[in-house]
């Protein structure tokens, strides 16, 4: 089934000059980019989209990093593009993350993981909705 996915390369990823080489990973794999913007998330926005989170000891910091510079939001469709994103993303702890897969390969910190992936068809919807109007959301065939 074709899906569209959520995908945020958070500011350590902007800050790195890793935008390129990240962005590579998702066309190289055949995934389509239908959506990029990149911003400056407030507070606000970073307390909406991290809202299950904010019991957790961690969620100051995570609000804090993710606020800390821009980030890179975008909305990436294709055949079963949830479940393939969070593969070649890999595990939450980089450390855990196999090698080969985004955080595997550029990070070290669970609190400095470089990207964030929807989880499930229902977060992918709240979150494009939360980053995205519809009318910046390209509808477009690649032409071989
Ligand atoms: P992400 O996939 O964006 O979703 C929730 C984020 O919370 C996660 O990536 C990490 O950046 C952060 N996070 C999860 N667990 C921890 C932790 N134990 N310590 C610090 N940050 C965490």
New binding site residues.
Partial sequence: MIQKSFV?M?PDAVQRRLMGKILSRFEDKGLQIVAVKLMQIDEELAKTH?GE?AD???FP??VE??TSSPSLAMVIEGEEAITTIRKL?GA??PLEADLGTIRGDFAM?????I???S?SPASAEREIGLFFNEDEICDYQIVD
């Avoid at 910190?109 to 993981?113: K, W």
Wanted: proline letters at 4%; aromatic letters at 14%.
């Fill in positions: 945020m958070k991290y989170h957790k000891p961690f910091s995570l990093y993710i993303v939450t702890n910190d669970t609190g400095r993981n990207i964030h992936a989880d």
